[in-house]
């Protein structure tokens, strides 16, 4: 069996609990570098999880040839580079969501990759998780009928951080670094699931405003789009709302019935239909990112197919660009 040995680049919070732990626990996978621009992390970090060797240069770690494969876990504005810099290497490349911060940057990975042969991997992890796959098998056995309409609905206080006044804003609030405000960071999982149900959003315009004054990005979002089935939906999104307006939902209208589902927090999926409602509470997995990230390595060991590629991803980007007004 081929051994898939994994250099990070990025060892900040995701990787501490969501993804990092996985690549470890997978059979023919193991952590063999890691790279921050901190000393003080990245040997941090290694020491921690009993990693060999740390690095502060990204190339360095990518020229290091024992690192047969490269995970990006950085901001979005860096993930383009890193990504190409390790398929010319000819490593293979998982990348954190959202792929890049433009759509201009996802099809520049899409032209390398090709070129190269060398497959980039997306961590769009809600595809293969336990509660997301009962939403699929319910819309797919047309217990709701036909799906006639799709509602995004999300609310959510500013976090403590946004308050910030010494300059030293989260990144993801940073359009520069992350894209875009908290809508390009939170609403990527969203649209990549609605589009797995439904094919490729077509047509998506938007309003965008800052509303609550803390940052320069978007803080608050209403969007209307279409799949390539001809299936309408709308969203809308606001991080600078009263707590008591807090929500994480997506209705799924049938002409049969309805089903609502959180993205976040995983409330529990309720069913509705003319036999009443139901309530499904689905457990996933402890580390989030599992169920890709083996789906990955079965893939780089030849086993098996991880259709969560570069590709499938970047349409995502193309609606949050189009929604935001970046074409």
Known sequence: ????????????????????????????????????????????????????????????????????????????????????????????????????????????????????????????????LPYFDKVRQLVDRGVIGKVVNVQVRFAVPPREEDYARDGQLPWR?????????????????????LQQLFGVITEARGIR???GGLYEAEDTVSACFEFENGLPGSGSWCFVAHESAREDRIDLVGDRGSVSFSVFDFQPIRLHTSYGEESMAVPNPPVVQAPIIKSVVEHLQGIGVCECTSVSATPVNWVLDRILGKF
Not at 10 to 38: D, I, L, N, Y
Not at 47 to 65: F, H, K, M, S, V
Not at 174 to 192: N, T, V
């Open 209 to 211: 405003a800052n509303r």
């Open 173 to 193: 609030v940073q359009p520069d670094i992350a894209g875009g405000g908290y809508f390009y960071d939170m609403a990527p999982h969203q649209l990549d699931f």
């Open 1 to 128: 069996m081929k051994i898939i040995k994994w250099g990070f680049i990025g060892c900040g919070e995701v990787t501490e609990k969501k993804s990092g732990p996985a690549f470890s626990q997978m059979e023919g996978s193991s952590v063999v570098a890691v790279m921050s621009r901190s000393e003080r992390r990245a040997r941090s970090y290694a020491e921690r999880n009993g990693i060999a060797r740390w690095y502060t240069d990204a190339q360095e770690l990518i020229d290091d040839p024992e690192v047969n494969a490269v995970y990006i876990a950085t901001p979005p504005s860096s993930h383009a580079t890193y990504a190409i810099m390790a398929m010319k290497a000819g490593k293979p490349v998982y990348v954190e969501k959202p792929l890049a911060a433009t759509y201009e940057d996802c099809a520049r990975v899409n032209r390398v990759s090709e070129e190269t042969g060398i497959p980039c991997f997306v961590a769009y992890y809600r595809r293969y």
